[in-house]
């Protein structure tokens, strides 16, 4: 896989795919959490350092392959300039032949942000001809989105079929730390799996258990594998709550039980919230938890919107040695090794 630096990009049009679905509050334009947009800056700098011409990209939300007006860019347009010395223009789509003027007319330094990718639905349908439309768009293909690298979507799988293609720094990152997990593990290594997208996740356990010494799981979890009587090959390695708050939450025995194997890990990695974190009687498993593996002193990862929004809540943010902007996509790295989005790099 190349990566940003093989690249010579002064004066070529680069085009970045970001992840930029950050979750919004109700109330339009107002960001919760920036830290997608955050990891991304270190690529945007060296490419306007470098004097590359800037076309980035990105989807928000699941608008279906239409126009949202809540789900523009603009909120996104904003926090990029507050964080970079430059300014930012923001294209009315993402595609078409004024958007492929404008971007022959942009000067070495400038930033373009095009609009949703997901406004059109040949970007989930991976279409040939609009992955063409944007490859149009560059000289250069950086994918730096690692949280949607296992989608087989057109921005992602496709515009490398036709340009010069290669990760940028944050993909690169994310691809090396969760390679080492995987390869080469210090054990024990500990897997915490939680959160709320329990059918994608129960499938992806079993493969998780061939590397995982240990699984820890929440209620939703839990309930899940039972109810659909879903067989395990290495049912030892799971460990389930014992007690719970209401089953919104683990109670305070699995807090000790999970501490217990927490603090004889080498390797932790951490995916999904262990209850109802959205309600505040519902926190204090995953705030034990975090606690614990810090105090653990284990290699640390933890991944996926919501965890990583109720990491950096508590300020802990530093105290993990990485911090991955994907969900899905990093439970899936883990178990297949790979996602297609990287795969298609190569
Ligand atoms: C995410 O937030 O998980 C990524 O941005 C991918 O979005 P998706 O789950 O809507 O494909
Ligand atoms: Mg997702």
């Known amino acids: 896989?190349?990566?940003?630096?093989?690249?010579?990009?002064?004066?070529?049009?680069?085009?970045?795919?970001?992840?930029?679905?950050?979750?919004?509050?109700?109330?339009?334009?107002?960001?919760?959490?920036?830290?997608?947009?955050?990891?991304?800056?270190?690529?945007?700098?060296?490419?306007?350092?470098?004097?590359?011409?800037?076309?980035?990209?990105?989807?928000?939300?699941?608008?279906?392959?239409?126009?949202?007006?809540?789900?523009?860019?603009?909120?996104?347009?904003?926090?990029?300039?507050?964080?970079?010395?430059?300014?930012?223009?923001?294209?009315?789509?993402?595609?078409?032949?004024e958007i492929e003027k404008w971007s022959r007319e942009m000067q070495p330094g400038e930033i373009l942000l095009l609009e949703n990718l997901r406004f059109h639905k040949e970007e989930a349908e991976n279409n040939k001809g609009f992955a063409k439309e944007l490859a149009k768009l560059g000289d250069i293909y950086i994918n730096d989105a690692f949280s949607v690298c296992h989608r087989n979507h057109a921005s992602i799988v496709g515009i490398p079929k036709y340009l010069p293609s290669g990760a940028g720094f944050l993909l690169e990152?994310?691809?090396?730390?969760?390679?080492?997990?995987?390869?080469?593990?210090?054990?024990?290594?500990?897997?915490?799996?939680?959160?709320?997208?329990?059918?994608?996740?129960?499938k992806l356990i079993d493969k998780i258990s061939e590397i995982a010494d240990f699984i820890l799981i929440n209620w939703l979890i839990a309930e899940e594998l039972k109810g659909k009587n879903i067989q395990l090959k290495y049912p030892q390695k799971i460990v389930e709550p014992i007690d719970g708050i209401e089953e919104k939450d683990i109670g305070p025995k699995t807090i000790d039980l999970f501490k217990e194997k927490i603090a004889s890990a080498k390797t932790i990695f951490w995916a999904g919230p262990l209850g109802k974190i959205e309600e505040e009687n519902f926190q204090k498993g995953s705030k034990e938890i975090t606690q614990a593996i810090i105090e653990s002193g284990a290699f640390s990862v933890a991944g996926g919107g919501e965890t990583v929004e109720f990491i950096n809540k508590l300020g802990l943010t530093e105290e993990f040695n990485h911090l991955s902007i994907g969900g899905g996509a990093m439970l899936d790295f883990i178990a297949d090794g790979k996602v297609v989005g990287s795969e298609a790099l190569k």
């Open 173 to 202: 990152k994310e691809i090396k730390v969760l390679s080492q997990i995987i390869k080469n593990p210090k054990r024990p290594l500990i897997a915490i799996i939680g959160g709320k997208k329990v059918k994608t996740k129960s």
């Open 1 to 97: 896989m190349r990566t940003l630096k093989s690249f010579e990009v002064k004066g070529k049009r680069v085009l970045v795919r970001c992840d930029f679905n950050v979750p919004l509050a109700q109330k339009r334009g107002i960001i919760l959490d920036d830290f997608r947009i955050r990891k991304t800056i270190p690529t945007i700098e060296y490419l306007i350092e470098k004097g590359a011409k800037l076309l980035l990209m990105s989807h928000l939300g699941r608008p279906g392959g239409k126009v949202v007006e809540s789900l523009r860019l603009t909120p996104i347009q904003n926090r990029l300039m507050e964080y970079l010395d430059v300014s930012v223009t923001k294209a009315p789509d993402c595609v078409g032949e």
